[in-house]
């Protein structure tokens, strides 16, 4: 790799954060040219006159060329990771610079949001109701928090999306706790404190707050809440098979089938599918479970009894009653 070191300097954030005492304090590294003291910056929609440099060592240094990590104090905020800066001549270029790039983003958050099409909102409500958790991320270091986007993001599943209202480097504040009352969202903290208003604010009006110190027990813990709102998987559950070997007709009670359990058990409150020639024919409940005239809440294997189907009256002999329960799965990632 190559580098002219006699010219204006540009290169990359390899890392950002809020320092108590400090201000924003940026590690940049220099890719071409050579970064001074008082030189005018420009990273991504920040600007600022560089006001104190590091080296990796912690000590002071007037200028840094190519490839070498340094410490910088003096940008109005703190960057994300990856962005670029460069140096321009004077202050009022780079606050112009900055200014147009500012109102750019205002112009983009300003666009209509995309309306969904009626086909489209059909094809969401057949697939099942869209669920979403909101969360305002805020950790130490600007690194920290794309550690911390990444590893959440590949939790996401098709039924559910994780928004991520706000994620930023600093303390959580009474911002994130009214952007969260706004969103209802919950406020992730990763090596930071809540200040005691965002504390108070938080308690009254009910918003968490969770504070961790391992990337690893904040995804587990966002982890389990995705998988308590994923929809259970149902499974059919075998319960008995009834054989209708007689049909009664009753004034009272309709079309009644006089059955034997051949096998398993039947219950009051089972699902049933009535199955005629290899085909099911009826899915649903009983109204009515008896053993010669008196209703019973199961009925075992090798006895008789008289059933009732729930919104169904076209029971035939030999038609077959297979019961079962539904057993609902708790999904997991």
Known sequence: LKANPNRAARGVVIEAKMA?????????LVQNGTLHINDNIIVGKLFGKVRAMSNDKGHPVNSTGPGIPTEVLGISGVPEAGEAFFVVEDEKKAKEIVQERQEQERQEQMRPAKRVSLEELHAQIQAGKIKELNLIIKADVQGSLEAI??????????????????????????????????????????NVVADDLAKQASAKEGIEIKIYNIIYELANEIKAAVEGMLEPRLKKVFLGKVEIRKVFTLTKAGRVAGCFVVKGKINRHCMVSLVRNGEAVFEGKLSSLKRFKDDVKEVAEGYECGISLSGFDNVQQGYIIEAYDIEKIARKL
């Open 20 to 28: 108590k005492g400090r201000g924003p304090v940026s590690t940049l």
């Open 149 to 190: 986007k990444d590893t959440l993001d590949k939790l996401n599943v098709s039924e559910i999306k994780l928004n991520f209202m706000h994620a930023g480097v600093g303390n959580i504040n009474t911002s994130d706790v009214v952007l969260a009352m706004a969103s209802n969202a919950l406020i992730l903290g990763f």
